[in-house]
């Protein structure tokens, strides 16, 4: 087999900061840990000989002052754009009006951000990291240039895949960069403050989308990426950072990218999970659940995870996602919590908005505005949170707190009805936005503190991939509780008015036909079903408190190395 001829490939085999470590200093593994040269066997199967030289060195090289702040300013300033990509577009503010295939403008996104997410963290364990996340962040400015000027919906639909591709690669990339930037002990209070900031733009997507489409028009939603991320790839192509990772060079890797890249087993992964993607994507909108395409592209999917798990053990620690990786309780536990966070999150973030159009009758702009109690708080305590974790050692507390918090807040806001106060919807938006706050980055913080840091660009895909494959699942379970429940309570609250013609015109729209004596009605009918997918979210960070236990107990402070004379 090829792999028996695999280049001499230079690969990181420090092992990160954990619990155990004396200090920051990178540990070589090897017997000798007196050598500042080791060898291992890595390739194809696990019996393989081809050698490859990793070189480790005691003094890492990490950024500190104004680099530091240039590097974290513009990654974040990247996944902002990127997660703003996934809701703005989310308030009743259609690009193209009256198109049957509206649904796909957010599904393509996910869609394909999804199926690439596993074969991006191969890419960052074998590529730079700077120039492999400037490539992936070209690819998304690709995509909303050709969504800005789309003159057909097939062409939206194209951008916002393309787009999709390039996001893909950028939050875990971000995070990757981090990793290699700073010790373990700070990067608490950095991701605190990279994931506040950029999970802005999940709730602000509805705020500047509803601005857009109101007083410009809706291909801003998708202009205002290309100048600010024109200059943040200038920024970032001038500045140095740092990778703590010796990587094969690249002609190295192109020659046999299915021998580095496993792209046989990232074929079959992405079969399967298009497929099921598809199947939530179309269930329940565009054909039955019962329906034969429904029910073959699950079992497909299915047969087809099966059919790549078999191949995954196959190829062992050369795999896309290698079991020996995800196997480790710390690492599939952080992968559930993520999950069911931002599982929250997202429900809260797509049917908040609905509830404030709906039921409300605030405008798309107005509906954004009464999500800033959400958003503020959740960017206070994913700051503050960040800065404590890294100053008392600690995540699992915070994880734990913010599963409490965030399944509290969720379950009240899942009581809201057309007389609720507005002191109330805010004081409930606080508490879940502040507990969901407390916990988004402690999953990132347990996957860095458990596996070694060659492994950490594959982890942090492992994760993205989780979060974005459980939203894309509890959200279209949402939705179809909430369509499901808006019909019958219109048939039971609001019997005089044509349903269907309601549930057609969108969250606005049907005030401009329904009767105002029967506008109550209707307005309980649309309250109340968004009850329920609320009460999703709130059992869903229910759900993190019990996975979170697995993440352990771990110290992430900075250890003193002890002196000579002490041992």
């Known amino acids: 087999?090829?792999?028996?001829?695999?280049?001499?490939?230079?690969?990181?085999?420090?092992?990160?900061?954990?619990?155990?470590?004396?200090?920051?200093?990178?540990?070589?593994?090897?017997?000798?840990?007196?050598?500042?040269?080791?060898?291992?066997?890595?390739?194809?199967?696990?019996?393989?000989?081809?050698?490859?030289?990793?070189?480790?060195?005691?003094?890492?090289?990490?950024?500190?002052?104004?680099?530091?702040?240039?590097?974290?300013?513009?990654?974040?300033?990247?996944?902002?754009?990127?997660?703003?990509?996934?809701?703005?577009?989310?308030?009743?503010?259609?690009?193209?009006?009256?198109?049957?295939?509206?649904?796909?403008?957010?599904?393509?996104?996910?869609?394909?951000?999804?199926?690439?997410?596993?074969?991006?963290?191969?890419?960052?364990?074998?590529?730079?990291?700077?120039?492999?996340?400037?490539?992936?962040?070209?690819?998304?400015?690709?995509?909303?240039?050709?969504?800005?000027?789309?003159?057909?919906?097939?062409?939206?639909?194209?951008?916002?895949?393309?787009?999709?591709?390039?996001?893909?690669?950028?939050?875990?990339?971000?995070?990757?960069?981090?990793?290699?930037?700073?010790?373990?002990?700070?990067?608490?209070?950095?991701?605190?403050?990279?994931?506040?900031?950029?999970?802005?733009?999940?709730?602000?997507?509805?705020?500047?989308?509803?601005?857009?489409?109101?007083?410009?028009?809706?291909?801003?939603?998708?202009?205002?990426?290309?100048?600010?991320?024109?200059?943040?790839?200038?920024?970032?192509?001038?500045?140095?950072?740092?990778?703590?990772?010796?990587?094969?060079?690249?002609?190295?890797?192109?020659?046999?990218?299915?021998?580095?890249?496993?792209?046989?087993?990232?074929?079959?992964?992405?079969?399967?999970s298009i497929q099921i993607l598809l199947a939530l994507q179309w269930g329940g909108v565009e054909r039955p659940w019962k329906s034969a395409t429904i029910i073959g592209l699950l079992v497909g999917g299915a047969a087809t995870y099966v059919a790549w798990g078999f191949w995954n053990s196959y190829k062992g620690d050369s795999a896309l996602v290698p079991f020996s990786l995800v196997k480790q309780r710390a690492v599939w536990s952080a992968a559930l919590t993520q999950l069911f966070i931002f599982t929250n999150l997202f429900i809260s973030a797509f049917f908040l908005p609905i509830y404030f159009q709906a039921v409300k009758g605030a405008s798309p702009f107005m509906a954004g505005v009464y999500m800033l109690p959400n958003i503020l708080s959740q960017l206070i305590t994913a700051v503050t949170s960040g800065f404590l974790v890294g100053k008392l050692g600690y995540y699992l507390p915070w994880a734990l707190a913010s599963s409490v918090l965030a399944s509290i807040g969720a379950g009240l806001l899942g009581t809201l009805g057309p007389n609720t106060s507005t002191g109330t919807w805010i004081g409930f938006q606080i508490l879940a936005g502040a507990g969901r706050g407390f916990g988004m980055q402690m999953p990132i913080l347990a996957l860095q503190a458990t596996v070694k840091p060659k492994q950490i660009p594959v982890g942090q895909a492992f994760l993205s991939f989780s979060q974005l494959i459980g939203i894309a699942v509890f959200v279209v379970v949402g939705n179809t509780m909430f369509g499901e429940l808006l019909r019958s309570g219109l048939e039971k609250y609001a019997p005089n008015v044509d349903a269907q013609a309601v549930v057609a015109s969108g969250a606005t729209a049907f005030r401009s036909f329904v009767d105002p004596a029967d506008l109550p009605g209707v307005l309980t009918a649309y309250a109340k079903a968004l009850n329920a997918p609320l009460l999703l979210a709130s059992a869903a960070a229910a759900l993190a408190f019990f996975s979170s236990w697995g993440m352990g107990w771990v110290d992430i402070r900075q250890k003193k190395a002890l002196s000579k004379g002490d041992v």
């Open 1 to 272: 087999m090829d792999s028996h001829n695999a280049p001499s490939e230079k690969l990181p085999v420090s092992r990160p900061s954990t619990a155990n470590d004396t200090s920051d200093d990178t540990v070589t593994e090897t017997a000798d840990e007196g050598l500042g040269v080791t060898e291992k066997t890595l390739g194809d199967e696990p019996q393989e000989d081809a050698t490859i030289t990793a070189v480790t060195t005691n003094e890492p090289q990490y950024l500190e002052g104004l680099p530091l702040v240039l590097v974290v300013a513009c990654v974040t300033l990247v996944c902002f754009l990127v997660l703003l990509d996934t809701s703005i577009i989310a308030t009743d503010n259609r690009p193209i009006p009256l198109l049957p295939d509206v649904g796909w403008y957010g599904g393509a996104y996910q869609l394909a951000g999804a199926t690439l997410q596993p074969l991006s963290g191969k890419m960052y364990t074998y590529f730079d990291n700077k120039f492999t996340f400037l490539a992936f962040f070209a690819l998304f400015e690709v995509g909303s240039l050709i969504c800005g000027v789309a003159t057909s919906s097939t062409m939206l639909i194209v951008g916002r895949a393309v787009a999709g591709l390039g996001m893909s690669g950028i939050l875990n990339g971000a995070l990757t960069i981090v990793a290699g930037a700073v010790p373990l002990h700070k990067r608490a209070a950095l991701i605190g403050i990279i994931m506040g900031f950029c999970q802005l733009g999940v709730v602000c997507g509805p705020l500047l989308g509803g601005a857009f489409t109101e007083y410009t028009t809706w291909r801003w939603c998708f202009y205002v990426n290309l100048p600010i991320g024109g200059l943040v790839s200038i920024l970032l192509v001038f500045t140095r950072i740092p990778d703590q990772m010796v990587k094969p060079k690249v002609r190295d890797v192109l020659p046999k990218p299915h021998h580095y890249l496993d792209l046989i087993g990232f074929a079959v992964f992405s079969g399967a």
